[in-house]
T-cell receptor, first 116, second 110 residues
Framework: KAGVTQTPRYLIKTRGQQVTLSCSPI?????VSWYQQTPGQGLQFLFE???????NKGNFPGRFSGRQFSNSRSEMNVSTLELGDSALYLC???????????????FGEGSRLTVL | SQQGEEDPQALSIQEGENATMNCSYK?????LQWYRQNSGRGLVHLIL?????REKHSGRLRVTLDTSKKSSSLLITASRAADTASYFC??????????FGSGTQLTVLP
């Protein structure tokens, strides 16, 4: 079974631009979560999608948005990029259904965003 | 903010020694998980312990959970150079999300 695939792996943007990151979960996984990892703040939860619905959202400004498609693939978008958005963005998928505590997450290799 | 705080932040040991990492969390949990991350890569799930469990083993890994102290520990026995990585605890609470700790950087010297 293929793992979680994130594209692109690396990208460089300038302040004010926007970026879209893509995540393909493991086949059969319907939950997709996104995390931002920086040296200063560590791993921070962005949002989780399940069956095309945002089920949970972290404490990030509205510039950070996401969506999930009917095939469970997910995208996240960051608009009006700031220097502080430079980070490793990690996507994770899981089998968990509704109403259950999160179980094991399967992570992709991440998309490393550099904002200049 | 981080749900979990890990101790120590960095740990350096010789191959063959045991490594112990500790994690404290703030609120009640459904389960607590441990993940490993090699430099710049994605996280890999190691083990999950539920709130009604006190100890769990998986290969060379042993995890304990003390809900009264809101703490967990991860023991890696007979460490190998390949165990060099960052280790994170992640708490699953009422918010239906995993909140990660700050991580322990483990270096195993050959």
């Amino acid at each position: 079974k293929a793992g979680v695939t994130q594209t692109p792996r690396y990208l460089i943007k300038t302040r004010g631009q926007q970026v879209t990151l893509s995540c393909s979960p493991i086949s059969g996984h319907r939950s997709v979560s996104w995390y931002q990892q920086t040296p200063g703040q560590g791993l921070q939860f962005l949002f989780e999608y399940f069956s095309e619905t945002q089920r949970n959202k972290g404490n990030f400004p509205g510039r950070f948005s996401g969506r999930q498609f009917s095939n469970s693939r997910s995208e996240m978008n960051v608009s009006t990029l700031e220097l502080g958005d430079s980070a490793l963005y990690l996507c994770a998928s899981s089998l968990e259904g509704s109403g259950r505590a999160p179980g094991e997450l399967f992570f992709g290799e991440g998309s490393r965003l550099t904002v200049l | 903010s981080q749900q979990g705080e890990e101790d120590p932040q960095a740990l350096s040991i010789q191959e063959g020694e045991n490594a112990t990492m500790n994690c404290s969390y703030k609120t009640s949990i459904n389960n607590l998980q441990w993940y490993r991350q090699n430099s710049g890569r994605g996280l890999v799930h190691l083990i999950l312990i539920r709130s009604n469990e006190r100890e769990k083993h998986s290969g060379r890994l042993r995890v304990t959970l003390d809900t009264s102290k809101k703490s967990s520990s991860l023991l890696i026995t007979a460490s190998r150079a390949a165990d060099t990585a960052s280790y994170f605890c992640a708490a699953s609470g009422s918010a239906r999300q995993l909140t990660f700790g700050s991580g322990t950087q483990l270096t195993v010297l050959p």
